[in-house]
């Protein structure tokens, strides 16, 4: 009865390799998001989804686009993969706005 | 965009005690401030939260405040308990909605020595 889960939850991968990160809510919800936070600790906003429509794309590199299927799913594929990109990636689902977010397990993604 | 200050980056009390951490935002249309409440490892959780329409909220042993002509929020922890141990993040989200998603302080690691 997960309300937001991500796979997987760990993710090892070589510099250059394309790899995808799934996310889904059966909250229902809206609007989806991505988030990626550091080794600082430091959480930023990365994409949003609304109703299968993007709404912003920050100032992340084009390597990365999120994918929505439905409105329950929102998936974000990785190309070319740098060693800056190692981080925790989380997903996080809201009902309106504004509201709380509720936030996935997350993903630790280590690029060798 | 919006820009949150979170102080302070590390605070050590003594169980028992109270705990303060403090956010500035930058964005006075930002409306919606919540709490999240991240273990080693884990997800960020909401702890608490306050819309711009209000001044205080509480809740048991944790409550926060906002004052919106500073454009500051407060966490207040009283009773503090070792469980209490975690990195806390302050957020703000501005009022074009979820659209721009929550922009987070830098966090606080709170430390509760027995």
């Known amino acids: 009865d997960t309300a937001v889960s991500q796979t997987p939850k760990y993710l090892v991968t070589q510099m250059g390799n394309d790899k995808s990160i799934k996310c889904e809510q059966n909250?229902?919800?809206?609007?989806m998001y991505w988030y990626k936070q550091d080794s600082k600790k430091f959480l930023k906003i990365m994409f949003s989804?609304?109703?299968?429509?993007?709404?912003i794309n920050e100032t992340v590199p084009n390597r990365f686009s999120p994918k929505s299927p439905d409105k329950a799913h929102l998936n974000l594929h990785i190309n070319s993969l740098e060693l800056g990109d190692s981080a925790v990636y989380f997903c996080?689902?809201?009902?309106?706005?504004?509201?709380?977010?509720?936030f996935g397990p997350g993903t630790r993604l280590t690029v060798l | 965009g919006e820009n949150v200050e979170q102080h302070p980056s590390t605070l050590s009390v003594q169980e028992g005690d109270s705990a303060v951490i403090k956010c500035t935002y930058s964005?006075?249309?930002?409306?919606?401030f919540p709490w999240y409440k991240q273990e080693l490892g884990k997800r960020p959780q909401l702890i608490i939260d306050?819309?711009?329409?209000?001044g205080e909220k509480k809740d048991q042993r944790i409550a926060v405040t906002l004052n919106k002509t500073a454009k500051h929020f407060s966490l207040h922890i009283t009773e503090t308990q070792p469980e209490d141990s975690a990195v806390y993040f302050c957020?703000?989200?501005?009022?074009?909605?979820?659209?721009?998603?929550?922009?987070f302080g830098k966090g606080t690691h709170l430390i509760i020595q027995p």
């Open positions: 957020a703000a989200l501005g009022a074009g909605g979820g659209a721009d998603g929550l922009t």
């Open positions: 909250l229902g919800h809206d609007t």
């Open positions: 996080a689902s809201t009902p309106g706005l504004p509201d709380t977010q509720y």
């Open positions: 989804y609304n109703n299968k429509e993007l709404i």
């Open positions: 964005d006075s249309a930002s409306n919606y």
């Open positions: 306050i819309r711009s329409n209000v």
